[in-house]
Nanobody, 123 residues
Framework: QVQLVESGGGLVQAGDSLRLSCAASGRTFSSYAMGWFRQAPGKEREFVAGINWSGSYTYYADSLKGRFTISRDNAKNTVHLQMNSLKPEDTAVYYC????????????????WGQGTQVTVSS
């Protein structure tokens, strides 16, 4: 079992950067692929980025590729999402999630979830 806690959200202006973190508990963290999702008010939860167990393979939503970067540090049981050139449409609650299988983009395919962190981008 993995417990996940996100942090790093906040209110920023368009064009700013923000780095989200997800701290995981449990000795099996390094065996999980990790993902970031986001959910804006009135919209479905959508995939943002994913990373395999070792950090050697990353994958992104096409619309976000180039602005967002996912990384992980297995020694510290953490996964990060670096977000650059933020836009008002990036405003959402951001969640990290864990799954046993690399490459998954569907929220129903992830087994463990954090409580989310709010990111608000003002214009």
């Amino acid at each position: 079992q993995v417990q996940l806690v996100e942090s790093g959200g906040g209110l920023v202006q368009a064009g700013d950067s923000l780095r989200l973190s997800c701290a995981a508990s449990g000795r099996t963290f390094s065996s999980y692929a990790m993902g970031w999702f986001r959910q804006a008010p009135g919209k479905e939860r959508e995939f943002v980025a994913g990373i395999n167990w070792s950090g050697s393979y990353t994958y992104y939503a096409d619309s976000l590729k180039g602005r967002f970067t996912i990384s992980r540090d297995n020694a510290k049981n953490t996964v990060h999402l670096q977000m650059n050139s933020l836009k008002p449409e990036d405003t959402a609650v951001y969640y990290c999630a864990a799954t046993r299988v690399t490459g998954l983009r569907g929220s129903s395919q992830y087994d463990y979830w954090g409580q989310g962190t709010q990111v608000t981008v003002s214009s």
